[in-house]
């Protein structure tokens, strides 16, 4: 079997700067978020990144056609639905992973190798599972949070859950390596293209970007565990009696 | 016979309008985001990104459906109790001024998504409910869009707007309960008054 050098460079060295953070938790404002330190030193190296990221992502955002950029996230929607059914077949979650299956059975033929989202248009209704997400329905708590270079913010069940889904992706298993950094290249590209709308939104609503992007990526990490889901108790167990509320 | 008819009109008339407050919850999400909607798919201005052709829309299509008080009383958590009913209104008056903004930010990177209405499970006697939509946009994900509505006085009001898992309102808790131990309630609505001026000079 073909191992994935870049998987387990990654892993060593995702592992490596776990331990080095550890050693040097100092000043921590919020109990989840115990590397603080770290974490900023990481947000501001890919702050630096997304320089050279964001202006590629633009114009690829301005240059394509719409049609073209569907077709690509079409494609890779396709990749990572295969990978959601293995999940939800995890959690359990045996009719969803059903459902899933028939998407890629049908997108990959009628849809011309997931171009297009045919049994989307049938009503098979798209799912997103990872491994931290299945990770999570077994129990494995969120760990402390971290930031990573090029890939962000992760806690450490789903820094572990990253690693599993890169490594059964069928993307960093391609043989042919130019064609497999080039795939990769594009999805990335895809992925910054797709945050765009929402990069003006969070330089607004921020007090300060780097609280307001961990704080939101736990929250809609909390969610996607519920599918969505999540009682509305759960986000007000602290809010103010309501009889409060009045002036 | 004629009186009669006459009689009837008028109580038409008078329970139109009562009846036209009492819109269901999703009815209600529906109604404003499809008036927006069909705003913005005709503004240019709007979709080049003018913020404050977008605010003005916002305000006049969509603030009289949101309940700032409350909003602002689950943002700040804890803490609203210890609030002066003088630093609770200005609080919410700065709080909307910045959500407000935000989401008229999000109208102007509206291209060609739609937005998928989900039936809401609300029981006769509710008096809280979540309304969740879709927004729908080829090859990507589907972003959720969640609406928490509340009664108040026999009509519906927005508490609070989720996007993807992330609420809009509830993520600036640690922020402010942070500010509000370090400099007070007076510290909170100064922050956010400096932000809200801090935006108004820097764009347009």
Same mark, same amino acid.
């Given at each position: ?11 060593? !060295? ?64 396709? *990749? ?24 890629? *059975?049908?997108? $990959? ?5 997931? !171009? ?33 270079? *090029? ?30 950094? $080039? ?65 | %016979? ?68 409350? %909003? ?24 909307? /001024? ?71 309102? /509830? ?19 100064? %922050? ?13």
């Amino acid at each position: 079997m073909k191992t994935c050098l870049a998987t387990r460079v990654s892993c060593l !060295a995702c592992g490596a700067a776990m331990i080095a953070a550890s050693g040097c938790a100092t000043t921590a404002n919020n109990p989840r978020d115990p590397f603080e330190g770290f974490n900023r030193a990481m947000f501001a190296v890919n702050e630096g990144l997304d320089v050279v990221v964001k202006p590629v992502a633009q114009g690829y955002d301005t240059v394509a056609p719409l049609p073209v950029k569907v077709v690509v996230g079409n494609f890779f929607g396709n *990749l990572w639905d295969a990978w959601t059914a293995v999940n939800n077949l995890l959690q359990g979650k045996g009719q969803q992973a059903i459902s899933d299956v028939g998407r890629v *059975l049908i997108n $990959s033929t009628v849809g011309i190798g997931g !171009a297009f989202d045919v049994a989307g248009e049938m009503g098979l209704v798209k799912h997103y599972e990872d491994f931290g997400q299945t990770l999570g329905r077994w129990g494995v708590p969120d760990g402390p949070y971290f930031y990573w270079p *090029l890939i962000g913010p992760r806690t450490t069940r789903d820094t572990f859950g990253w690693m599993v889904d890169t490594y059964y992706d069928p993307v960093w298993r391609l043989d042919d390596v130019p064609l497999r950094n $080039s795939l990769v290249g594009t999805r990335y590209i895809d992925m910054r293209a797709s945050l765009l709308p929402s990069d003006k939104v969070v330089e607004e609503a921020a007090f300060e970007k780097y609280n307001y992007i961990r704080d939101a990526y736990l929250q809609h990490r909390r969610s996607e565990l519920f599918d969505g889901e999540l009682p509305r108790e759960a986000l007000e167990d602290e809010s103010s009696n309501p009889a409060g509320t009045q002036p | %016979m004629k009186s009669l008819f006459s009689l009837l009109f008028g109580l038409l008339l008078i329970v139109a309008p009562a009846a036209a407050q009492e819109l269901s919850p999703d009815a209600l999400v529906r109604k404003v985001t499809e008036d927006v909607l069909s705003v913005v798919r005709q503004d240019k201005d709007i979709k080049s990104g003018d913020t404050r052709k977008a605010i003005a829309l916002v305000d006049a299509r969509v603030l009289p459906y949101f309940n700032f008080q409350r %909003m602002t009383a689950l943002a700040v958590g804890r803490d609203w109790n210890k609030a002066t009913p003088e630093q609770k209104k200005r609080l919410a008056e700065e709080f909307k /001024t910045l959500l407000v903004r935000t989401y008229s930010n999000a109208l102007t990177s509206y291209r060609d998504q739609t937005v998928v209405y989900k039936p809401s499970r609300l029981q006769p006697g509710d008096t809280s409910v979540v309304v969740r939509t879709e927004v729908v946009q080829p090859g990507s994900r589907p972003i959720q869009l969640d609406y928490t509505l509340e009664k108040q006085d026999e009509s519906w009001k927005v508490y609070d707007v989720v996007v993807a898992g992330v609420s809009l309102v /509830t993520n600036y808790r640690d922020t402010f309960r942070q500010e509000v131990s370090n400099h007070g309630i007076d510290g909170l609505i100064t %922050m956010l008054a400096d932000r809200n001026q801090q935006l108004q000079v820097g764009k347009k």
